[in-house]
């Protein structure tokens, strides 16, 4: 068995993590209607509490791939974000080793007026990547979205299954030790799928530490040999990818009993 | 609560951040002068027809004796207008990047950084242009001229300060941007730019000397036309101190729960 070496160290611990969302704190309120109440002596509305994270602990170590399932709702985007470091958890913590990036939604900050390429070195700053490295894999990101001749094309001028091969190439460049994945495997047409399918799967196996959310099962299976399902009920299974998305999907084919 | 080992973003070193801010100021002066045959010429365009109309109201209607007019009044508009135009869109600085706000653990006070660069850009490019144009006013360069960098650096700092506090404000209320919006038109006629401070009368000069737009005004006159400063200076910069606390305070409360509600 071989045991030691970087595969066992752990790179995102999540200890305990509950995430409590107040809806009636929208705090965007204007500051006149503050006023208003104020003078008028109102009180606060109540608060309408939810809960969609409760003590959820577990690792993930160097070369693993972590599965979140669950149905809508259970807080499973919130998760990624908690692990991001975009938003804090309510209690608990979350400890990381290592250069973490989130692919949470593909082409964030794409201009219209401005060219692929521009778009390009924009989306790059924006994921982390140093202006040099954008620069060197310019071509590359062209020729894996196959946009060659249209990097000099204004975005707007661009299909949207372009844009998304755009953004979607310029985020396999992203090279950090924790990768962070929501939802971003169906790029394209088939065959770009098939095509983007198989260089995420590269990035993966490239001994990062990897966290992510689909509803593709297929998908899940495929990629992932740890997975964490999140139930309604607030209960936290997690263990070998099969045998937890099994359940999962057994869960999710059985009949309503409310 | 949090124990963060390294936390960063892939590769979130100063350097990537640096490099993301001067994208962000590139795009935006991108977006600004694309498409337009005139371009940069645009940004000239404002301040040159305020000069017409202003020179107009105060030359000939309200015979100011103002000398060198002209270059007295760009000399107070153009850093006036770096201010209030950078202030004006840094209230929405958190607002309006909340797609990436809430996607990409970026430091969100990049946002403000970018509003304070592109503004300083247009600035500076446009000053370059009233200190070629001196000389046609009979106005002559000397070592004054170097109190400009000091001049800009206050001035930068007022708008860290202002802006930060701001920004958040506007993830609090959002009707800050139109009480902004009236505060600075008031700020505008509290600020010596288009009559001196000498003509003031004194009731109404502590008003001017607790505005710290007037001391910073000053120096950029100064460096022009080789004015003597007026006092103001440490209250001024008392008071840039002090909102630089209160936005550093104001954004450190708020940063991650304004997360969830932009």
């Known amino acids: ?186 790029v394209g047409d088939q065959k770009f799928q098939q095509k983007s399918f198989g260089r995420l799967e590269e990035m993966i196996r490239a001994n990062k530490a990897v966290v992510l959310v689909s509803h593709d099962l297929n998908v899940m299976k495929r990629l992932c040999n740890k997975a964490v399902f999140l139930s309604k009920s607030g209960e936290t299974i997690l263990g070998d990818a099969t045998e937890v998305l099994d359940r999962y999907d057994a869960y999710m084919r059985s009949p309503v009993t409310e | 609560m949090i124990g963060r080992l390294r936390r960063s973003i892939s590769g979130g070193s100063a350097s990537a951040l640096r490099d993301l801010l001067f994208n962000l100021i590139s795009r935006d002066l991108k977006l600004k002068y694309q498409g337009s045959v005139l371009g940069f010429l645009w940004s000239l365009v404002n301040p040159l027809m305020t000069l017409v109309i202003y020179s107009w109201v105060f030359l000939v209607l309200m015979k100011s004796g103002i000398p060198h007019f002209p270059i007295f009044l760009m000399a107070g508009i153009l850093p ?115 009559y001196e401070m000498a003509s003031v009368p004194d009731k109404f000069r502590i008003i001017l000397e607790l505005n710290p737009m007037t001391f910073i005004i000053n120096i950029f006159q100064s460096a022009v036309l080789g004015s003597s400063l007026s006092g103001g200076f440490y209250i001024g910069l008392g008071e840039i101190l002090l909102l630089i606390f209160l936005g550093a305070w104001l954004y450190r409360r708020y940063r991650y729960e304004m997360v969830e509600w932009i």
């Open chain 2, 80 to 194: 006036w207008n770096f201010f209030a135009n950078a202030t004006m869109s840094s209230v929405d600085a958190f607002t309006g990047n909340s797609g990436l706000i809430k996607k990409v653990p970026v430091p969100k006070t990049i946002f403000i950084g970018s509003v304070i660069g592109f503004n300083l850009v247009i600035f500076l490019m446009v000053l370059v242009i009233v200190l070629i144009a001196m000389p046609v006013f009979g106005v002559p360069y000397t070592f004054r001229l170097f109190l400009i960098i000091p001049g800009v650096l206050a001035e930068m700092a007022l708008l860290v300060g202002l802006s930060l506090t701001v920004s958040t404000l506007n993830v609090l209320f959002h009707d800050t941007s139109h009480i902004l919006e009236i505060m600075l038109m008031a700020w505008f006629w509290i600020t010596p730019v288009t």
């Open chain 1, 1 to 186: 068995m071989d045991i030691g070496g970087d595969k066992l160290q752990t790179a995102i611990e999540v200890m305990e993590v509950t995430k409590v969302f107040n809806l009636t704190a929208d705090r965007r309120r204007s500051l006149k209607g503050t006023v208003i109440r104020f003078l008028k002596g109102q009180k606060k509305p109540p608060d309408v509490l939810i809960t969609p994270l409760q003590r959820v602990s577990f690792s993930v170590r160097r070369g693993e791939v972590v599965g979140i399932v669950g149905e809508n709702g259970v807080g499973k985007s919130t998760l990624l974000k908690i692990i991001a470091g975009i938003i804090r958890p309510s209690s608990g913590s979350v400890r990381i080793d290592g250069r973490i990036a989130g692919l949470l939604e593909i082409g964030l900050g794409f201009h219209p007026d401005l060219t692929g390429r521009e778009n390009a070195i924009l989306y790059g700053s924006i994921l982390g990547l140093p202006k040099a490295a954008i620069r060197n894999s310019l071509d590359q990101i062209a020729s894996f979205a196959e946009l060659e001749s249209f990097m000099d094309v204004p975005l707007k001028k661009y299909s949207s299954g372009m844009q998304m091969r755009l953004g979607f190439s310029v985020a396999m460049t992203v090279d950090p030790d924790i990768l962070l994945l929501d939802e971003v495997f169906s």
